[in-house]
């Protein structure tokens, strides 16, 4: 089956510090990839996402993600996290029309 | 401009009602999708509308639930004599065309079965 996993279920943070969120794909053909955030009773909000082209994606709110086809990896960073980055992040690609989704991993961010 | 809105926000029911929801997605976009998000299943993909047909229905998990769109536009999502495992957050999203357009999401309906 085409899925993804996300290494982590809970990941916690420092303010300030730098944010690495894990994300595997299995799959013999390059998938499009993404990743979303979802904070607390609202929907998901795309971050950013890998369709072709340039490996490295920058997404919203100072994220990016590299897509590493050796690795099947598509981990999502941020530099310094803020408080404000707090969140469930899903990492996702495409399954036909619809999209499957890792488990998620809960963002926390200590002052 | 609008995103894409679901209603009610929140539902609670018994076991054995039916409940429809309701999702009205971003004007213009051609393409609707339903999923469900639950504690013990994640996010699943439930099916996929273009205008008013269901190309994918694969996702729906019994024949108590059934979906329909009209007028390319409005979607509503109906499970019938609702079972306790039902509870879920139920989330729409639509996008402008189909394939691998980006997806929005609305905020979701809360669904509890007692």
């Known amino acids: 089956a085409q899925s993804v996993t996300q290494l982590g279920s809970h990941v916690s943070v420092s303010e300030g510090a730098l944010v690495l969120l894990r994300c595997n794909y299995s799959s013999s053909v390059p998938p499009y990839l993404f990743w979303y955030v979802q904070y607390p009773n609202q929907g998901l909000q795309l971050l950013l996402k890998?369709?072709?082209?340039?490996?490295l994606v920058k997404g919203i709110n100072g994220f990016e993600a590299e897509f590493k086809k050796s690795e099947t990896s598509f981990h999502l960073t941020k530099p310094s996290a803020h408080m404000s980055d707090a969140a469930e992040y899903f990492c996702a690609r495409n399954s036909g029309y619809a999209l499957n989704f890792g488990k998620g991993t809960s963002l926390l961010v200590t002052p | 401009g609008a995103g894409v809105s679901q209603s009610p926000s929140n539902k609670v029911t018994e076991k054995g009602k039916d409940v429809e929801l309701r999702c009205d997605p971003i004007?213009?976009?051609?393409?609707l999708y339903w999923y469900r998000q639950s504690l013990g299943q994640g996010l699943e993909f439930l099916i996929y509308?273009?205008?008013?047909?269901?190309?994918?229905k694969s996702g729906l998990p019994s024949d108590r639930f059934s979906a329909e769109r009209t007028g390319g536009s409005v979607s509503t999502l109906t499970i019938q004599r609702t079972q306790q495992e039902d509870s879920a957050v139920y989330l729409c999203a639509s996008s402008f065309g189909g394939g691998l357009e980006t997806q929005y999401f609305g905020p979701g309906t809360r669904l509890l079965v007692l």
């Open positions: 509308f273009q205008g008013n047909s269901a190309p994918d």
């Open positions: 004007s213009g976009h051609t393409a």
């Open positions: 890998y369709t072709t082209g340039a490996t």
